[in-house]
């Protein structure tokens, strides 16, 4: 088992920056790939940025790219998303998620999940 409280998320203004946090405890973390994935009201979940076990590889959907940034701390079990640049059309509920072994960016395909952070961007 392994469980993931997500932190940091909150109102921005527009061309704001925001660094979401999840916290993991459990099982060892770097045993895991992590992603984020992020849900907006009425629309599906959808896939923003993954990471590998090491943080050596990564991978971002095209809406975020250039924009966002994704890194872990294995010593901290922790995960991140810098957010800069941000737009209206980024306010979602913000989830991270952890697969045990590789990268993988379909969410189905994710263990675990945390409970969500709400990111809202002011226009």
């Known amino acids: 088992q392994v469980q993931l409280v997500e932190s940091g998320g909150g109102l921005v203004q527009a061309g704001g920056s925001l660094r979401l946090s999840c916290a993991a405890s459990g099982q060892t973390f770097s045993n895991y790939a992590m992603g984020w994935f992020r849900q907006a009201p009425g629309k599906e979940r959808e896939f923003v940025a993954a990471i590998s076990m090491s943080g050596g590889t990564t991978r971002y959907a095209d809406a975020v790219k250039g924009r966002f940034t994704i890194s872990r701390d294995n010593a901290k079990k922790t995960v991140y998303l810098q957010m800069d640049s941000l737009k209206p059309e980024d306010t979602a509920v913000y989830y991270c998620?952890?697969?045990?072994?590789?990268?993988?960016?379909?969410?189905?395909?994710?263990?675990?999940w945390g409970q969500g952070t709400q990111v809202t961007v002011s226009s």
């Open positions: 998620a952890a697969n045990l072994g590789f990268l993988v960016v379909t969410g189905n395909a994710y263990d675990y």
